[in-house]
Structure formats: C-alpha cells, structure tokens
C-alpha cells in the first residue's frame, strides 16, 4: 500500500496537477487529491430566488383576481396560477444544476469519494468507490468546444455508472487535460487511452 503511494507521489512529480482545471480546483494533500468544483456566479445564484419571487407575486394576484369574482377574472386568475407553478418548476431546475462536486481520491484506502454538494442542508450525496471498481477514465468533448473528464465505474454486480469529475475544459486546457488524464489512469491502474463522445 505504501508503496502505490509512494509510486503516485512519484508519477505526480512527473505529471504535475493543475490547481485549476476546467470548473475544478485542484490539490494534492497527503495521500489524497481533492477536486472540488467552483461556485456559479452570483448572477446563476441568484435565478432561483428571482423565479420564486415571481411565482409568488402571480399567486398572490391570482388570489386577489378570484377573491373580486367578477367576469373574466377566473380565467386570468387561473392562467396566473399556472405561471407560478411552472415558474416554481423552473426554480427547482436551476436550484438542482446549482449543485456543485467534489471528489477526492483517497491512496492509502485505495477509494475514489464521488460527492453532490448541494445548497439545501443534509441534501448532499455521498459514494465510495473501490479503485478496482473503477473501468475507465474518458477525456468527452462537449459542444463548443470543451471537454470533460469522466470515471466509470461498476460497483459489484452493478450496472456501470458515469461521474463528472472536471467540466467546462478549454481546448488550451489540453495539455493540462491529458496530463490529469494520466494521473487518474494510472492511478486506478488503467492502460490505454482515447476520446470518448457522450
């Protein structure tokens, strides 16, 4: 065990990782590399609260419209009420994207924690995956372009599962992008490399 340790310490004087990655910061502390994903712009924190403000405000008015009960009120009040609730719909959406993630991979316990910080309190998720469980790192291009580092992985007997580790790279990114490829491969003991679509 020490020595995969000493090994990756090792592999990662030659592969230097990156403190910034895509939307990843990253470190090497002790035995462990931590990437933690950076939080959105205020102006993305702030969607949520906008949606659900409005959403409240045309409740408020579809309230007042059926409290008058005069003509074509009704219809309006109901429409109102409709917009709130798909604006409340909207707000759940951006709240779930605002999630950020972490990971840390962990060499002397040999596992990869996978973690979905959320913003709502006790909401974040939580997974330990054995390195032998891990089947492949895949550098993913995306729209744009940019690129993502994605683990599979299979848990046993399992179906195989996908995580984002790092999103959002720039194609000046690459050189910085192979090489933490490389750092993760090795790490999890993996030959071979390629670019993966998906």
């Not at 910034?20 to 702030?46: A, I, N």
């Not at 910085?176 to 491969?185: F, I, K, P």
Request: hydrophobic fraction near 45%; glycine fraction near 12%; charged fraction near 25%.
């Amino acid at each position: 065990m020490l020595t995969s340790v000493a090994s990756f310490e090792d592999a990662l004087l030659e592969n230097r990782v990156p403190p910034l990655l895509g939307d990843v910061r990253l470190r090497y502390d002790g035995g462990r590399l931590l990437g933690e994903s950076l939080p959105p712009r205020w102006e993305r924190r702030m969607l949520p609260g906008l949606c659900v403000g409005v959403a409240v405000g045309c409740a408020l008015g579809a309230a007042v419209m059926v409290g008058l009960e005069k003509g074509a009120f009704p219809i309006t009040a109901g429409t109102l009420a409709l917009v709130a609730a798909a604006l409340v719909g909207v707000a759940l959406r951006f709240e779930a994207r605002l999630g950020r993630r972490r990971f840390v991979l962990h060499f002397r316990s040999e596992t990869l924690r996978l973690e979905r910080l959320a913003w709502t309190p006790g909401a974040t998720r939580s997974e330990l995956v054995p390195f032998d469980a891990v089947r492949a790192v895949h550098l993913v291009e995306r729209p744009g372009p940019r690129y993502a580092l994605v683990v599979e992985y299979a848990p046993e007997g399992a179906q195989p599962q996908r995580a984002v580790l790092v999103e959002d790279v720039r194609r000046s990114e690459g050189e910085s992008l192979h090489r933490m490829w490389r750092v993760l491969s090795n790490a999890f003991g993996l030959r071979g490399a390629g670019l993966a679509g998906g």
